[in-house]
């Protein structure tokens, strides 16, 4: 069996952790050091695990939440990059580096249609809003990090 790069990190942390800290004993800025380099070590694990799950949901949402929001009554500059964004091509690869070279330009044109849409009173409006925050909360409940049992 191979280890996956979440086991690997754990591995580690934990040796981190339990093992190199310890020795530590007469430096205790050393074993507070090492503290720290473990639970980040188990929090970075936590989040490649997930990264390109997370990064893949988001751009799907966006895109579906784009397609919408081009049809909406919004400037027509904005609508057209709003509908090109949402015709994108898919990903050049799926690592971590290839998905979020899709996503960015993406997040930055989320941006730009909350702004557009939150201030407004016009009913079509809302639920854009809406789902603008939709999209924001669905990539900060995909990115919780869990602390481990100390």
């Known amino acids: 069996m191979t280890p996956s790069f979440s086991q690997i990190m754990l591995g580690a942390a934990g040796a981190v952790a339990t093992q190199l800290g310890p020795r530590l004993k007469d430096d ?3 074993v507070g050091q090492a503290q720290i380099i473990g639970l980040l070590m188990v929090l970075v694990a936590q ?3 997930r990264a390109a799950d997370t990064l893949s949901l ?3 949402a966006m895109r579906a939440l784009f397609a919408e929001a081009s049809e909406s009554p919004l400037p027509e500059g904005l609508r057209r990059r709003l509908r090109a964004m949402a015709e994108a091509a898919p990903p050049e690869n799926f ?3 290839g998905l979020e070279k899709l996503a ?3 997040k930055a044109l989320l941006i ?3 702004e557009a849409v939150e201030d407004r009173p ?3 409006a809302r639920p854009l809003e809406a789902k603008c925050w939709d999209v924001l909360k669905l990539g900060a409940d995909h990115r919780q990090l869990f602390m481990p049992g100390l």
């Open 95 to 97: 690592t971590i580096s």
């Open 28 to 30: 205790a800025y050393a």
């Open 112 to 114: 730009e249609l909350h």
């Open 122 to 124: 016009d009913d079509w």
């Open 104 to 106: 960015h330009p993406m």
């Open 58 to 60: 988001e751009t799907v």
């Open 47 to 49: 989040e490649a695990d």
